[in-house]
């Protein structure tokens, strides 16, 4: 949750006496003191609400990208009094009975991890955090694939944006290896095996991620217009995120002129299509960020109404039927080159000799090169020796869930060893000795 798409909330918040600099949804919830939990849950629970999903499906969108963050599920138990645990799971489960009502399917995505991992945050995940994240994916790709939940929820993806220059090449492999195993170990493998699992591929481009795995999508977030190639390439390819902004103008940015819909003319209106349009085609799957944007209490508008689809239905940047974006790029150019539909078989559950094992770009979970061997011993770790738990008190009105084929440990803390602050260990000193408990 950004300041430009509520940045009502926020502003109500950024004097803070409290001295905090609101950058974020974790620092407004400090902000936010006492009166976070009421605010977050009012916001979760009106921001996107049935008629949204309704108005969805009216121009035609047959897809939505629900981002859910990993405090959706309190799994390690861990303290975090300015959210209701278990909030977050009942409104997706709302949502996915308003999707299904609608004829609309969902890309569920992890939002955000353990001490993050995108670059919307200063936080960097490491070992035992990466051991963390496993345990909420687990989690996630068993509630959604159950009998009632799988046709409507068939892509989980693990990650957003993953700061792939910050935490290094080795690092994000290694996770997306792990991840990937973890999941398949739970849900099988072939068609009809678990969902889709959609990775982010740090801007990096189409490279080869995993070659041959089962049913794995990548996961692209263009800036600005990008044609995607990468379906040939590298297989199934979504573009996760894009919107009609032509450059950074949104409330932080303070943009009078973009940030002013009301002054666009005709000829504006137009030339904002063609970028619509154009994305669109060049994309095929493709994500719009966002659906809605609230208002500024400052602007008494919409703070990045080229990031607001609904603000663009209604004003004529976005085409009222998306089909009208096919062939639009060979319309203006002559000729395009069009995915011609043939994936490779593992891309979608087929040929399952070839699934058993996908290529191994590196090694388990680990860190980058800059930690020698013996420095590397002494990273905080959990232990595989827990009993994993798929819903908790909190959720009191969820059913509880389990994979009974899913019988692997879950990773708990080690008993006798201390851990730095979770929300802070960014800058903490590395232990001298390693701890075995």
């Not at 694939?145 to 993953?162: A, H, M, R, T």
């Not at 919107?243 to 932080?252: M, R």
């Not at 020796?385 to 969820?398: M, P, Y």
Request: proline share 4%; aromatic share 10%; net charge neutral.
């Amino acid at each position: 949750m950004e300041p430009f798409i509520v940045p009502s909330l926020y502003e109500k918040y950024v004097n803070s006496s409290q001295n905090i600099a609101v950058v974020d949804e974790w620092t407004l919830s400090l902000a936010m003191g006492s009166d976070s939990a009421s605010e977050m849950e009012n916001h979760y629970k009106t921001f996107i609400t049935e008629e949204d999903f309704s108005e969805t499906a009216g121009p035609g969108l047959n897809w939505v990208r629900i981002p859910i963050g990993f405090w959706a599920s309190d799994h390690f138990s861990f303290t975090f009094g300015r959210l209701h645990l278990g909030t977050l799971l009942r409104i997706l489960r709302d949502s996915i009975q308003w999707t299904r009502k609608y004829g609309i399917r969902i890309y569920l995505d992890l939002h955000a991890l353990p001490e993050s991992q995108t670059n919307h945050s200063g936080k960097i995940m490491g070992i035992a955090n990466g051991q963390k994240t496993l345990a909420y994916l687990r989690i996630l790709v068993e509630f959604i694939s159950q009998d009632q939940y799988k046709d409507i929820v068939p892509v989980l993806g693990i990650v957003n944006e993953i700061l792939w220059d910050t935490i290094g090449q080795t690092s994000v492999q290694s996770f997306y290896y792990q991840a990937y195993e973890t999941l398949r170990q739970s849900t099988g493998i072939g068609s009809g095996a678990g969902p889709y699992i959609a990775i982010h591929e740090g801007f990096q481009g189409c490279g080869r991620f995993l070659s041959g795995a089962d049913k794995l999508a990548l996961d692209q977030h263009p800036a600005t217009i990008a044609t995607n190639q990468s379906s040939t390439v590298f297989g199934v390819t979504l573009g996760g995120e894009f919107s009609t902004a032509i450059n950074d103008c949104c409330l932080c940015s303070q943009c009078s002129t973009w940030d002013n819909c009301a002054a666009y003319n005709a000829t504006i209106i137009q030339s904002l299509k063609q970028v619509t349009l154009t994305t669109m085609d060049a994309l095929q799957s493709f994500f719009f960020r966002t659906w809605s944007i609230g208002n500024s209490s400052a602007l008494n508008t919409s703070s990045g109404p080229l990031w607001h689809y609904k603000l663009g239905l209604q004003q004529g940047w976005i085409p009222s039927d998306p089909r009208e974006a096919v062939g639009h790029c060979a319309s203006v150019l002559g000729s395009s080159q069009i995915f011609n539909g043939n994936y490779p078989a593992t891309a979608t559950g087929g040929t399952l000799w070839l699934l058993r094992k996908p290529l191994r770009m590196c090694s388990r979970l680990s860190l980058s090169s800059s930690f020698t061997g013996a420095r590397m011993s002494l990273l905080t770790t959990y232990t595989a020796a827990g009993i994993f738990k798929t819903a908790a008190r909190h959720l009191r009105l969820l059913e509880r869930w389990k994979n009974s084929a899913d019988t692997a440990s879950a990773y708990v803390p080690i008993i006798g060893c201390s851990y730095p602050n979770a929300w802070d260990a960014v800058n903490a000193s590395l232990p001298t000795a390693t701890c075995t408990g």
